[in-house]
């Protein structure tokens, strides 16, 4: 549209100067052919009267086409009287006198003018408009054509411009969203401008940053890997420990076992966010009942939230499929409830409702009643390792895997997660699923 309109912005500018040019370009040639035409006229009328007398020139007076419908002739003859009775008075001050004249029989006539008389002066969009006088259909009709043509000029130009850099939107969101292998410079065509040399920016951006990414997750399960076998002697090696020596040493060797399985239970959600990460196949062959499985994992966490005078409780009024990998699926939302039940306050609740988002997906909401995080902390939620400051400890905080994990099983189940504060306090985790219609 702005392409549109700065097109016709220029078109009329360019009418317009032009239209001035010409306008005052006319009032000088105009003075130039007034005077000539003067000096023509009276050198006829001089010729006339003097070869054909006063007859000739009352014809030639009343003869519209050679005279002027903006300017006056007078002839008077020796009363002072107009040849053609006009009034007429020499004191008159629009009048100039020519020369004298007498004619072949011996009359004198004197010849007069009145002075020029002003055009009315025309406006500039008057002469814009001017060609077209008399022609307004091919006016109107030049008109919508000009406008026809500069708007598919305009669209066409503005498609072309827009166009690549649409792709480089939607790749730079399919990259954040995790596709790194997501690239632009094929679809720019035989593009030689800066949009393209942009898009080949981009390209080796993603590459850069697709190799990073990917050394690190390696890196991460790798380790990973690597850490499971000593943590499996170190079991080994407790066991023995325990039968060959007395119980003085028992406590210090429970306190080893559970540091132990704690690693062993840090290394696990490790290998599984690995995996994730990684886009590892993770089968989705089970169609489950969301409702169901909402409350089996509910009746778990309350039982044990009751112990700590909390509850959890499931709001849904009918019950919807889903296909997805139970385990994956089980434990990123026992993740997001038992997250919640950790932070809740002691005698609140914690809600799970379940409605739908449109014909094709569910929504569910899992609220506590807890301190809430701060907004510029929101969407690290669900980064790896991440915990808030009142959260650091371990028996409250956690590894900060859990919601890292929840967040990469529900995309892989072509979900949405997001979290959110309540208005009258606590945290809002929403994730939504495609369901089977």
């Not at 190799?211 to 890997?225: A, C, E, P, R, V």
């Not at 943590?231 to 132990?260: C, F, N, S, W």
């Amino acid at each position: 549209m702005w392409f549109w309109i700065t097109l016709i912005l220029i078109g009329v500018g360019a009418s317009w100067g032009t239209a001035i040019y010409i306008k005052n370009s006319d009032d000088n040639t105009q003075q130039e052919y007034r005077s000539r035409f003067i000096d023509n006229r009276v050198e006829s009328l001089r010729q006339i009267l003097y070869y054909g007398g006063e007859e000739a020139a009352i014809e030639f007076l009343e003869n519209k086409k050679l005279t002027s419908r903006r300017l006056d002739f007078f002839v008077v003859d020796g009363f002072g009287n107009d040849v053609l009775g006009r009034p007429f008075s020499v004191d008159a001050p629009d009048l100039n006198e020519f020369e004298s004249v007498e004619s072949i029989d011996g009359v004198t006539y004197r010849i007069f003018t009145a002075a020029p008389k002003r055009a009315k002066n025309i406006s500039t969009v008057s002469q814009m408009y001017r060609p077209f006088r008399g022609s307004e259909g091919v006016f109107f009709l030049w008109f919508a054509i000009a406008i026809l043509l500069s708007s598919l000029v305009c669209f066409w130009l503005a498609w072309y411009l827009t166009k690549p850099i649409k792709k480089l939107q939607s790749a730079a969101k399919e990259f954040s969203q995790g596709k790194l292998d997501t690239r632009v410079a094929k679809e720019m065509g035989g593009r030689r401008d800066e949009i393209a040399d942009l898009g080949r920016d981009f390209d080796q951006m993603a590459t850069q940053l697709q190799g990073l990414i990917t050394n690190q997750k390696q890196l991460l399960s790798d380790i990973s890997h690597e850490l499971r076998s000593p943590l499996a002697r170190m079991h080994v090696a407790i066991a023995l420990a325990r039968k060959k020596t007395g119980a003085e040493v028992d406590t210090e060797m429970q306190r080893i076992e559970y540091e132990t399985e704690r690693l062993n239970e840090l290394v696990g959600l490790s290998l599984t966010l690995s995996r994730l990460d990684a886009g590892a196949l993770y089968p989705k062959d089970d169609f489950i009942d969301i409702a169901e499985l909402l409350e089996a994992i509910i009746a778990d966490c309350d039982f044990e939230a009751s112990s700590k005078n909390k509850k959890v409780i499931l709001q849904h009024s009918q019950s919807w499929t889903l296909n997805a990998n139970v385990e994956l699926l089980h434990r990123a939302l026992e993740n997001i409830i038992r997250n919640a039940i950790r932070y809740t306050k002691e005698g609140t609740e914690v809600t799970v409702a379940i409605t739908i988002k449109d014909k094709s997906h569910i929504q569910i909401s899992i609220c506590d009643r807890g301190p809430g995080v701060p907004e510029d902390k929101l969407k690290r939620l669900f980064e790896p390792f991440v915990r808030l400051s009142e959260a650091r400890d371990r028996d409250s905080g956690g590894y900060g895997l859990g919601l890292a994990i929840a967040q990469r099983s529900i995309v892989f189940h072509q979900g949405e997660i997001v979290a959110r504060n309540r208005d009258q306090g606590g945290l809002c985790i929403d994730i939504i699923l495609p369901v089977e219609e």
